[in-house]
């Protein structure tokens, strides 16, 4: 979320007294924190979170992570209000408040907190497997290949936004020059997992996780040499390889997409965890979807992000900055990783 986003987001909270008894809390302190509130109680620091979705989706986290602490106990905790609820409503709004996690943020430009966090997702990833749940729009294992054939319908359809508005924006003139390229590399993503063993893997317990599936710096806090993980708003069950797209993609992306940054996230995850060469293969498949630039055009086309056109343009313009940088990424991943 922007920090214009963040600050309407949070006048939205009704941070009333009255909302903290029914945790049984008293308040010394507020504070805003991107999209959330710490707050300073009587018993210790906590966050205060307006939740924005389903009561069934954060009985979904709460599941998750009541399973993991068994075993990887890292995560945040939720606090049960008087009735003994992980939740309140409050003048219509849904509300809930954790235990504050200790850490510092995780920084993606230091290859010791990168290793710290990639052994802890592979430690994360051990301790969630079994886990079951009844909600079946969670699980994503077995659906990647008819998502990639959405995608490129929505980007064809996107295109033709593009090719009818009489008067093109600058965004619309850069989408049309580069959509191309990055419909046939979809299609590219979805031979790769077409030829892969990636519906066998789907069947494999061993291969499947609850994956966190938003592994941005901030969600990754490190303390006393171990990793911590916050912000379960978007987790999944899918084969945990998805969760490592996800991370390499996060932290490679603001670093010119280096390989060395690659290895060292793999290399501690498999101190943790393993990755078989049928893994890598669906891996490979993930990444060279170009995640990034569906994401902002899709943003743009469908009106999701209330945004100016401005942001809009240039952050389109600073992923198809780093084109050639991923194609260079994903030959030598192929080269070095895959073949090796």
């Known amino acids: 979320m922007d920090r214009y986003g963040e600050k309407k987001y949070l006048a939205k909270y009704d941070l009333c007294i009255e909302l903290f008894d029914r945790f049984d809390l008293k308040i010394d302190d507020i504070v805003p924190v991107r999209n959330v509130y710490m707050v300073s109680t009587d018993k210790g620091e906590k966050i205060l979170k307006k939740v924005e979705y389903t009561l069934n989706e954060l009985k979904f986290i709460h599941e998750v992570l009541t399973y993991i602490r068994n075993k990887f106990p890292r995560v945040v905790n939720f606090v049960k209000d008087k009735k003994g609820h992980i939740y309140t409503i409050w003048e219509g709004d849904m509300y809930c408040i954790m235990d504050m996690v200790q850490g510092k943020e995780c920084n993606f ?119 911590y993980f916050v912000d379960f708003d978007y987790a999944i069950i899918d084969l945990k390889v998805h969760d490592l797209c996800n991370f390499i993609n996060k932290v490679i992306k603001n670093f010119a997409f280096d390989m060395e940054k690659t290895k060292l996230i793999m290399n501690g995850y498999c101190a943790e965890n393993s990755l078989s060469d049928r893994e890598l293969e669906v891996l490979f498949a993930m990444l060279n979807f170009p995640n990034d630039f569906y994401t902002i055009s899709k943003d743009y086309y469908t009106k999701r992000k209330d945004w100016e056109e401005e942001v809009f343009l240039d952050r389109l313009k600073r992923k198809i900055r780093y084109k050639d940088d991923r194609m260079e990424f994903l030959a030598e991943f192929e080269d070095t990783i895959l073949n090796s």
Do not use: W
């Open 109 to 227: 430009s230091n290859p010791v907190d990168l290793d710290i966090a990639s052994k802890g997702l592979g430690e994360f990833h051990l301790a969630s497997e079994g886990f079951k749940s009844n909600m079946n729009s969670k699980y994503n294992n077995g659906r990647l290949i008819d998502v990639f054939k959405r995608r490129v319908q929505e980007m064809e359809f996107f295109r033709n936004i593009a090719n009818v508005h009489e008067k093109k924006t600058e965004f619309d003139e850069i989408f049309i020059d580069n959509s191309r390229h990055y419909i046939k590399e979809i299609k590219k993503s979805e031979k790769l997992l077409e030829k892969s063993c990636y519906y066998k893997l789907c069947s494999e317990e061993d291969k499947i996780a609850v994956c966190h599936h938003d592994l941005a710096y901030h969600n990754i806090l490190i303390n006393d040499n171990k990793a």
